[in-house]
C-alpha cells in the first residue's frame, strides 16, 4: 500500500510562487510515474502535470505550461510541483498521484493523496 502527503499550500496573490511537495511511502516510488491534478468547486478534477519515473519525460496542461515544473527526488520518495506567476485561476485543491505511466486521465493513477489547497487572490 502506498500513501501520499501533499504539503506547501497556502494563500498567495497572483505572481507569487508556491512549492507543492508530495511524500510517498513504500519502496516502489522510483518505479512509478507521478502526477499532479486539481480541482476547483464545482470543477472536475483536471490533470497539472506528470512525470516518468526516472524524471526524463515530463507532461504538462497547456494552462500552466511555461509556469510549473514538475520534479522528482527518488532518494526522497518525493515528487514537487514548482508554480510560478500564480493567477486567481489556478485556486484548487491540489492532489498528487501514482501511478504506472503517465496519463491525461485520473483514472490512469492508483493512489492518490488527501490534497492541499492553493488559494490565489487577485
Known amino acids: 500500500q502506498v500513501q501520499l502527503v501533499e504539503s506547501g499550500g497556502g494563500l498567495v496573490q497572483a505572481g507569487d510562487s508556491l512549492r507543492l511537495s508530495c511524500a510517498a511511502s513504500?519502496?516502489?516510488?522510483?518505479?512509478?510515474?507521478m502526477g499532479w491534478f486539481r480541482q476547483a468547486p464545482g470543477k472536475e478534477r483536471e490533470f497539472v502535470a506528470a512525470?516518468?519515473?526516472?524524471?526524463?519525460?515530463?507532461r504538462y496542461s497547456d494552462s500552466v505550461k511555461g509556469r510549473f515544473t514538475i520534479s522528482r527526488d527518488n532518494a526522497k520518495n518525493t515528487v514537487y510541483l514548482q508554480m510560478n506567476n500564480l493567477k486567481p485561476e489556478d485556486t484548487a485543491l491540489y492532489y498528487c498521484?501514482?501511478?504506472?505511466?503517465?496519463?491525461?486521465?485520473?483514472?490512469?493513477?492508483?493512489?492518490w493523496g488527501q490534497g492541499t489547497q492553493v488559494t490565489v487572490s487577485s
Open positions: 513504500g519502496n516502489t516510488f522510483r518505479s512509478y510515474a
Open positions: 512525470i516518468n519515473w526516472s524524471g526524463g519525460t515530463t
Open positions: 498521484t501514482l501511478g504506472p505511466g503517465i496519463f491525461l486521465y485520473s483514472s490512469g493513477y492508483r493512489y
